[in-house]
């Protein structure tokens, strides 16, 4: 939506103030007659200069200090001026009420001017039809106050660390928690650290985060008045080393039998102080226990847990009897679980918020339509491949999110109503851009539509190390998340932030096989869910392979990856 201003709402200028003067005297007002009429004059006068003067104060005011409704604090509501084309051609004003907090899910209280996107985010994005629960909403206000009293720089932080050094468990720990391992690309980033913020909401685990080379570059703190940033003196510092060979990890504990996972709870030994948790796509039998319920019993009482993974691990944690119940709860909408806590948790910091909004307003902003198309290519050498382009242009066209062209190259006459689309290609190649940009540069449109295309970045390759590479790939992929439609490529996690964070179901392009753009190309995905890419296949209970696809109605294969998992919602399916 194109905003045009915001507007306070503001109390009414004082009245004028008695113009007389206090030593005037019935004497004096009786030599001078005519200042009876003169005084009204005055009066009026004084009236309409001071109504001038708030007028024009009033119009100089800029976007940022008209942000709060009526300038009250924690109000939650922006006022949106947005003009409107009516049926005889001019143009009428609507005012349009946008709520910050997102109805509630977002904290009131933060310094605004410190992350600026966790408030104006709302002026950019339609309004999500999907309400968060009122349980979801008091489980974070809990879990903030969590965050507070044993985060970081608090006397039972440094308590608990103490606990750390000395290698042993104690059950009975005041404040226990999940530190995440800053690991593999942005995309799977976002989503692993989704997953590990639900896992310490089920299990009332204080969330830390290591920082990695850029984390606090790319996203703001979601909790107020505690930080998620793992101080830099923790005292595990080998995080490069864990991998599935880990001595730490979990599954080689129970493969050596360190420790037990029986049901009586028993051990071979006293717990340790903390286990790592390698939940990564190479993880073994041992390691999948992690999302068996007797194992998350053992799991509870060890203080500290470190997770690595990179994969969106939220559907399993559906399959685990102990959450199921908390689950529903909180997430009655079985599809919304990354829509909602990616709103909550990833706010882009200012640096970014900055990349983002020039770009949307120089370039998206005016357009009627934008559609979003991300394009991720596995296939190796240096494209454009004709065939992903074809698939693209096979999937925009065939579902009617783009126009044809017409064969003339003469212009075909545009009707007043014809709407302007923007369409927001994401690519680590310029190439498929500047073939669809040409096309509707070179060709009208049979409908007169007029089509703007346009491209952020071309990287060329993936650069996970590089600040700024990380910086640009956020700012795009919520610069997706922005579109009205969507169009995605399979098994990429870049899509799935978008459509997550946006509460959009993409059209996802099939992964070609043999250079060959797949029949048909793409489909309408059943969720907006991310999907699950290596998910554990056992039965628990019955210690046995099973499909965990089949076991519940709101876990379903993926439509991209036919052995992921994700989350769907039963009324839907």
Not at 484 to 491: C, F, K, N, P, R
């Amino acid at each position: 939506m194109d905003m045009k201003r915001i507007r306070r709402h503001q109390s009414s200028p004082a009245g004028p103030s008695d113009l007389e003067s206090n030593g005037a005297s019935r004497h004096g007002a009786e030599k001078r007659p005519a200042s009876r009429f003169l005084r009204p004059v005055m009066i009026l006068l004084a009236c309409l200069m001071l109504l001038l003067v708030a007028s024009g104060a009033f119009r100089s005011l800029s976007l940022d200090r008209l942000r709060r409704v009526g300038g009250v604090q924690g109000m939650g509501e922006f006022e949106v001026i947005a003009r409107q084309g009516s049926e005889n051609g001019s143009s009428a004003s609507s005012s349009i009420r946008k709520d910050k907090l997102l109805g509630g899910l977002l904290a009131a209280g933060f310094d605004e001017e410190s992350c600026l996107s966790r408030y104006q985010a709302v002026l950019y994005r339609k309004e999500s039809p999907h309400l968060p629960s009122p349980y979801l909403l008091e489980r974070l206000r809990k879990h903030e106050v969590l965050q507070r009293k044993c985060g970081p720089n608090t006397e039972l932080y440094n308590k608990a660390v103490e606990q750390l050094k000395s290698g042993q468990s104690i059950e009975t720990a005041e404040c226990n928690y999940v530190v995440w391992i800053s690991y593999s690309g942005l995309g799977n980033r976002v989503l692993t650290l989704a997953s590990a913020f639900l896992y310490a909401l089920l299990t009332n685990r204080v969330l830390l985060i290591d920082r990695g080379a850029d984390m606090a570059d790319l996203f703001c703190e979601p909790f107020p008045e505690s930080s998620w940033l793992l101080p830099l003196d923790f005292p595990v510092n080998q995080f490069n080393s864990f991998d599935i060979k880990a001595p730490q990890s979990y599954g080689n504990m129970l493969e050596k039998k360190v420790i037990s996972n029986s049901v009586d709870g028993g051990s071979t030994g006293s717990l340790p102080a903390y286990v790592y948790l390698h939940l990564d796509h190479d993880y073994g039998d041992f390691d999948k226990l992690f999302f068996c319920e007797d194992d998350q019993r053992v799991l509870q009482k060890i203080p500290w847990l470190v997770l690595k993974s990179d994969n969106y691990f939220v559907p399993s944690l559906f399959l685990i009897p102990t959450y199921e119940e908390e689950l529903h709860q909180l997430f009655p909408e079985k599809d919304t679980v990354f829509h909602h806590l990616g709103r909550y948790l990833f706010h882009p910091t200012n640096t970014v918020w900055g990349l983002i909004t020039r770009y949307y307003q120089s370039y998206l902003a005016k357009a009627e339509e934008k559609v979003g198309i991300q394009v991720r290519v596995f296939d190796t050498g240096p494209g454009p491949f004709q065939h992903v382009l074809d698939q693209i242009l096979g999937c925009s066209l065939k579902e009617k999110l783009l126009p044809d062209i017409s064969a003339a190259h003469e212009s075909v006459v545009s009707s007043p109503t014809v709407r302007s689309k923007a369409v927001l290609m994401t690519s680590l190649n310029s190439g498929y851009y500047e073939k669809i940009r040409n096309m509707y540069w070179e060709h009208p449109t049979v409908t007169g539509e007029i089509i703007s295309v346009y491209q952020p970045s071309h990287e060329e390759y993936q650069q996970t190390g590089k600040q700024m590479h990380n910086m640009k790939a956020w700012a795009e992929m919520y610069l997706l998340s922005l579109s009205d439609v969507l169009v995605t490529s399979a098994w990429s996690t870049f899509g799935y932030v978008a459509q997550g964070l946006g509460g959009l179901k993409p059209w996802i392009m099939f992964k070609p096989e043999n250079e060959t753009a797949p029949d048909p190309p793409c489909r309408r995905v059943m969720s907006m869910e991310p999907c699950f890419h290596a998910p554990p296949f056992y039965d628990c209970k019955a210690k046995r392979g099973v499909d965990t696809g089949a076991l519940v109605p709101h876990v379903k294969h993926c439509e991209d990856m036919s052995w992921g998992l994700k989350l769907v919602d039963q009324d839907e399916w």
